[in-house]
């Protein structure tokens, strides 16, 4: 009996710490030019969800053109993305992040 407790217990767990990321629709733009980002200097990518701004890992500020572009660039413009990751340590672990908002 302690070992089906245990195996069911275990995989519980185990299940719950690998859960699938949900994509997201989220505000992204230069986390110091467009979010107040202060914590690292020149221009970083950050998304904003639930109204609070996070750097991202895993992306490039110019991944998707040039970043002072000043009609689409990120230093310039807030866009919205479709992302997938998770917050960990007050920064966004990206893992999947495609545009959804053309600017004109």
């Given at each position: 009996?302690?070992?089906?407790?245990?195996?069911?217990?275990?995989?519980?767990?185990?299940?719950?710490?690998?859960?699938?990321?949900?994509?997201?629709?989220?505000?992204?733009?230069?986390?110091?030019?467009?979010?107040?980002?202060?914590?690292?200097?020149g221009?970083?990518?950050?998304?904003?969800?639930?109204h609070?701004?996070?750097?991202?890992?895993?992306?490039?500020?110019?991944?998707?053109?040039?970043?002072?572009?000043?009609?689409?660039?990120?230093?310039?413009?807030?866009?919205?993305?479709?992302?997938?990751g998770?917050?960990?340590?007050?920064?966004?672990?990206?893992?999947?992040?495609?545009?959804?908002?053309?600017?004109?």
């Amino acid at each position: 009996m302690k070992k089906l407790l245990f195996a069911t217990l275990f995989s519980i767990t185990f299940s719950c710490s690998n859960r699938k990321e949900v994509p997201q629709i989220v505000e992204i733009a230069c986390g110091q030019c467009q979010f107040s980002l202060n914590s690292e200097q020149g221009c970083n990518l950050a998304v904003r969800i639930d109204h609070k701004a996070y750097f991202v890992d895993g992306f490039d500020i110019d991944a998707f053109g040039d970043a002072h572009d000043e009609h689409t660039g990120f230093c310039e413009v807030i866009r919205k993305a479709e992302v997938s990751g998770s917050v960990q340590k007050d920064r966004f672990k990206a893992s999947a992040m495609r545009l959804i908002e053309n600017v004109e």
